[in-house]
């Protein structure tokens, strides 16, 4: 089955910063790659996702690359703010299969003002 | 739309006694799953739904069963609760199907205790 790994597990920035978080996964059938966001108590809701048929997507001040080769994908904030200060997850699935994602551990972040 | 709803919030559990963990979702997806997530770590599939009478096992299945009688239900029983089942759950649901994997919309999920 899948395997999705995540690095750092924490990572701390300033405020005005970027900050870049790495995800790699095991199944090269995966072709659906989300990232969630999970603030303190509250719910995951996604942020930003990309598929396979794309090597970048952009919103804003957050990005998200994919390098179908190596199997990996990474999230990148540009100029961090204190609210984005959450656990960001990382996950990977198939489209129009069983669809059942598989999410990385995790990385917290922490945007010092 | 309420979205993916989720009961109870919190619950104290005794070692042996087993409870049902409720989720619903109005938003006609065919897939909906279960998450647990122990602190400080990430979210592990426990099981997962395809559609209405199909279940499949996620990563962590042992110690828990799964229905799937209706679109919208997808309820979670815990039949001898344990310490090591201490955690927050979270049940999600997205389209899926033959169309393109979408996004997966999260509960509030359930605080789980059992001492």
């Known amino acids: 089955g899948e395997n999705v790994e995540q690095h750092p597990s924490t990572l701390s920035v300033q405020e005005g910063d970027s900050a870049v978080i790495k995800c790699t996964y095991s199944d090269s059938a995966s072709n659906y790659f989300p990232w969630y966001k999970q603030e303190l108590g509250k719910r995951p809701q996604l942020i930003i996702d990309i598929r396979s048929n794309v090597g970048e997507k952009k919103d804003q001040r957050i990005a998200v690359t994919l390098n179908k080769t190596a199997k990996h994908f990474s999230l990148h904030i540009t100029e961090t703010q204190p609210e984005d200060s959450a656990v960001y997850f990382c996950?990977?699935?198939?489209?129009?299969?069983?669809?059942?994602?598989?999410f990385g551990k995790g990385t917290k972040l922490s945007v010092k003002p | 739309n309420a979205g993916v709803t989720q009961t109870p919030k919190f619950r104290i559990l005794k070692i042996g006694q087993s409870m049902t963990l409720q989720c619903a979702q109005d938003m006609n997806h065919n897939y909906m799953y279960w998450y647990r997530q122990d602190p400080g770590m990430g979210l592990k599939l426990i099981y997962y739904s395809v559609g209405a009478g199909i279940t499949d096992k996620g990563e962590v299945p042992n110690g828990y069963n799964v229905s799937r009688s209706t679109t919208e239900d997808f309820p979670l029983r815990l039949e001898l609760a344990a310490p090591s089942q201490t955690s927050v759950y979270f049940c999600?649901?997205?389209?899926?199907?033959?169309?393109?994997?979408?996004?997966?919309?999260f509960g509030q999920g359930t605080r789980l205790t059992v001492v």
């Open positions: 996950a990977a699935g198939r489209e129009g299969s069983q669809g059942n994602l598989i």
């Open positions: 999600a649901s997205s389209y899926g199907g033959t169309r393109m994997n979408t996004e997966a919309f």
